[in-house]
């Protein structure tokens, strides 16, 4: 008999040794932080994987008999047995060196090795470099996304990514398309930098289960969660122009499974600065409240979120005198206002199957109302979008975890309603009304054969109820060609439905009769890209180097064309080229074990057929130099941080046309921006001091014709460079865990 149950052991013991399962589970700090991208690999074995921006992994084809090694830096790794019947929940500790030894600091922004797309994760530390008021803000320490100025009245910072306007990038949050639509130019100021936990940046086309708005790249913005955020998190900050602001986000946990987080901001700036003696305000007067409620249920199938979100932002700027109650029809002063109101409820819902790890399905919506009033000079605006969405997505595995892919549904409604009124005989009076219903399908597949390899190709199928079929197929591939040395590559198509005046609301300062030539189409583009990526060692500290290609060309645009006549802007449908390709190489090394510097050079060439000619869009330096210093001492008691931005010569629109001595040169001086910050942390949190631009550099005459604002040559839109000079600012950080 015992000789049986010896054979029956010996039979049974290799099987349960060598059955391979999925693990899950989340990675964590000490003080209840998920810990993003952290590693976890099989001990003597190749296989392993990266917590996502929540701390979340899952890892498949695990053995009984395998141990994993959990690390991440600036923590203790840690190896442990591997639990398969539920989540693990792992907490790694901060190391322990003391003061005389070294700190090796992780890394705040990085690209994520295991993306089959270019993707560089900035994290919160990454934010906390700079003073971060909002998401236009929030990019001054990262090299892949350029900040731009709009104009010379109304303070409004745009982006731009790989040499093209931000409205080609796809702003989600939390992998809902967000920032879009009426708020696209205004919209990134609408995001408090103290909400943001991480920013995802991905560059090319994007992935097709978002959405086909993604032309030349995607930034996903993740907000705190209800159920890792602080207990409280209040920030105070003020600069030197009179700004205030002050924050609060509170964690609210309510049972096991519920839990609820408070965010909320209020800001106000009532100064009048006038640096150039040109009479107008160089920075709008502005107040703004903003609110968002959310709540987490977790259950052990079942996982559900919903938020709120209510917005108000006032900004009245212009001559000097010029209010939030002043009328812009009826005052005597140039002025610039823009009111919005914004309310939106938003969502996830979605299922796992503890017996089926690789199966689960999930739902996204989004519903708002945004209400935009104001205008310039004597020009009034007004426009209210209505939006829903909503996106379906079922992902599993075609018989084992090589072969993943994603598949749903989606369905967008935009309702437009926009009147502008020139007040001029000559200039542009329109009512826009438009309503889009878009339905789509898609499928995504992800063949991952190894740790070495990824291949993603997907395709989605969209009906829209005005321009009709659009097809939006992408593929991106990944091959870690040798340890450390990663290529990336990718092809995509992208489309969009431009929104002429809203997008062009920096024409609204000037004395420029807007022509409108536009039978209003989708634009459409083709998006094509390679990158290489090392991780590599000098002298046992580690160096990054990023090098990317990419190369965008439109098949239809709308273009809006400053350079027919210094009068006029003229919007047409493309005729001939358009294209954009863009260089960048970056390098990130720890200098010592204090001091990290992260350096990088682009080089751009967007060219556009404006006024018959195929030439360099305006506003944009070919070349420009990035350089970033960042010094913290141990358990970073004390930060400080140097950024250095060199802008190239931009071309300028051509003012030949003009009185002479309102001509301006073809191309604008090249200029530095510098930032400095420094910090002090405590247990309790941090203080800090910094500034901006530095130098003090400042454009030159920004506004044309400036004492005579409401003349025809009058013009605020021409502007390449800072408008406000230095400004030094200081705030507070204050935790309570």
């Known amino acids: 008999m015992k000789s049986i149950i010896l054979l029956i052991g010996c039979l049974i013991a290799p099987a349960i040794l060598f059955a391979q399962k999925p693990i899950?589970?989340?990675?964590?700090?000490?003080?209840?932080?998920?810990?993003?991208?952290?590693?976890?690999?099989?001990?003597?074995?190749?296989?392993?994987?990266?917590?996502?921006t929540e701390g979340h992994f899952l890892l498949e084809n695990v053995l009984q008999a395998d141990r994993l090694i959990i690390s991440y830096l600036g923590y203790e790794a840690d190896t442990l047995t591997p639990v398969f019947d539920q989540a693990m929940v792992i907490t790694l500790q901060e190391s322990g060196e003391s003061l005389e030894q070294v700190t090796i600091r992780a890394r705040s922004e990085s690209v994520v090795d295991e993306a089959p797309f270019l993707?560089?994760?900035?994290?919160?530390?990454?934010?906390?470099?700079?003073?971060?008021?909002?998401?236009?803000?929030?990019?001054?320490?990262?090299?892949?996304?350029?900040?731009?100025?709009?104009?010379?009245?109304?303070?409004?910072?745009?982006?731009?990514?790989?040499?093209?306007?931000?409205?080609?990038?796809?702003?989600?949050?939390?992998?809902?398309?967000?920032?879009?639509?009426?708020?696209?130019?205004?919209?990134?100021?609408?995001?408090?930098?103290?909400?943001?936990q991480s920013?995802?940046?991905?560059?090319?086309?994007?992935?097709?289960?978002?959405?086909?708005?993604?032309?030349?790249?995607?930034?996903?913005?993740?907000l705190f969660k209800p159920e890792t955020m602080d207990k409280w998190y209040l920030n105070a900050y003020l600069n030197s122009f009179g700004r205030l602001e002050i924050n609060a986000n509170h964690q609210i946990p309510i049972n096991e499974k519920w839990s609820s987080g408070v965010l909320f901001h209020a800001s106000q700036m009532g100064t009048e600065i006038d640096g150039n003696d040109d009479g107008f305000m160089d920075l709008p007067k502005a107040r703004q409240l903003n609110f968002l409620n959310r709540y987490k249920y977790e259950g052990d199938r079942l996982m559900a979120q919903i938020g709120v979100n209510l917005f108000m932002s006032d900004n009245a700027g212009g001559q000097k005198g010029f209010g939030f109650n002043s009328d812009l029809y009826t005052s005597s002063m140039y002025g610039y206002q823009m009111d919005t109101r914004k309310a939106e409820v938003f969502g996830k819902l979605g299922m796992i199957y503890p017996d089926k790890p690789t199966q689960s399905w999930g739902f996204q919506y989004s519903l708002s109302y945004q209400d935009f009033n104001g205008g310039a000079g004597r020009r009034i605006y007004s426009g209210i979008e209505k939006t829903a969405y909503g996106n379906f997505i079922y992902q599993n595995i075609l018989g084992s975890s090589f072969h993943q892919y994603k598949t749903g549904a989606s369905f967008l409604y935009d309702d437009f309603e926009e009147t502008f009124n020139s007040n001029s005989a000559t200039g542009l009076d329109t009512a826009m009304y438009r309503t889009e219903k878009v339905p789509g399908v898609f499928f995504e597949y992800n063949f991952i054969p190894n740790d070495q390899i990824t291949v993603v190709a997907g395709a989605r199928t969209d009906f829209h109820n005005l321009f009709g079929t659009y097809f939006t197929p992408r593929v991106h591939a990944r091959w870690e060609f040798v340890p450390n040395w990663t290529v990336r590559g990718s092809v995509g198509k992208g489309?969009?439905?431009?929104?002429?005046?809203?997008?062009?609301?920096?024409?609204?300062?000037?004395?420029?009769?807007?022509?409108?030539?536009?039978?209003?189409?989708?634009?459409?583009?083709?998006?094509?890209?390679?990158?290489?990526?090392?991780?590599?060692?000098?002298?046992?500290?580690?160096?990054?180097?990023?090098?990317?290609?990419?190369?965008?060309?439109?098949?239809?645009?709308?273009v809006y064309d400053q350079d027919v006549s210094s009068s006029l802007l003229v919007i047409n449908n493309l005729q001939n080229g358009s294209f954009a390709r863009s260089f960048q190489v970056e390098a990130s090394y720890l200098l010592t074990e204090k001091l990290d510097i992260k350096a990088a050079y682009k080089h751009y060439e967007n060219l556009m057929t404006t006024n018959g000619i195929l030439q360099q869009v305006p506003y944009q330096s070919q070349d420009r130099f990035f350089m970033n210093l960042a010094y913290a001492t141990n358990y970073d008691k004390w930060k400080a941080d140097l950024t250095v931005n060199w802008n190239?010569?931009?071309?300028?629109?051509?003012?030949?046309?003009?009185?002479?001595?309102?001509?301006?040169?073809?191309?604008?001086?090249?200029?530095?921006?510098?930032?400095?910050?420094?910090?002090?942390?405590?247990?309790?949190?941090?203080?800090?001091?910094?500034?901006?631009?530095?130098?003090?550099?400042?454009?030159?005459?920004?506004?044309?014709d400036s004492q005579n604002p409401f003349g025809q040559n009058f013009d605020a839109s021409m502007t390449w460079g800072p408008i406000a000079g230095r400004v030094m600012y200081t705030g507070i950080r204050y935790k309570i865990n």
């Not at 803000?137 to 982006?159: H, L």
């Not at 940046?201 to 708005?213: H, M, Q, R, S």
């Not at 001595?661 to 001091?689: H, T």
């Open 24 to 52: 899950k589970g989340q990675v964590k700090s000490a003080s209840n932080e998920p810990l993003i991208g952290a590693s976890i690999k099989l001990l003597d074995k190749p296989q392993g994987t990266v917590t996502d």
């Open 119 to 196: 993707s560089i994760l900035i994290t919160e530390s990454e934010l906390q470099k700079a003073a971060c008021c909002n998401l236009s803000e929030s990019f001054e320490t990262n090299a892949s996304v350029d900040v731009s100025y709009a104009d010379a009245v109304t303070g409004t910072k745009m982006i731009q990514m790989m040499g093209l306007d931000g409205r080609y990038v796809l702003i989600s949050r939390e992998g809902i398309p967000n920032i879009r639509g009426l708020n696209s130019r205004l919209g990134l100021t609408y995001v408090p930098g103290t909400w943001i």
């Open 199 to 222: 920013i995802d940046v991905g560059k090319g086309a994007g992935t097709v289960i978002n959405g086909y708005e993604s032309m030349t790249g995607q930034i996903n913005v993740e």
């Open 495 to 558: 489309y969009r439905t431009p929104n002429a005046l809203m997008e062009n609301s920096m024409i609204w300062v000037s004395s420029r009769d807007i022509i409108f030539n536009a039978v209003l189409q989708p634009e459409v583009s083709w998006n094509t890209g390679v990158s290489l990526a090392a991780n590599l060692s000098i002298k046992d500290k580690p160096l990054s180097l990023v090098t990317d290609y990419f190369y965008t060309t439109f098949e239809n645009q709308l």
């Open 648 to 704: 190239g010569p931009m071309r300028l629109p051509d003012t030949g046309d003009s009185p002479m001595e309102y001509q301006l040169a073809e191309k604008s001086p090249d200029f530095f921006m510098v930032n400095a910050q420094v910090s002090r942390g405590f247990r309790w949190g941090s203080i800090y001091l910094g500034g901006e631009n530095i130098l003090n550099f400042k454009q030159s005459n920004p506004i044309i």
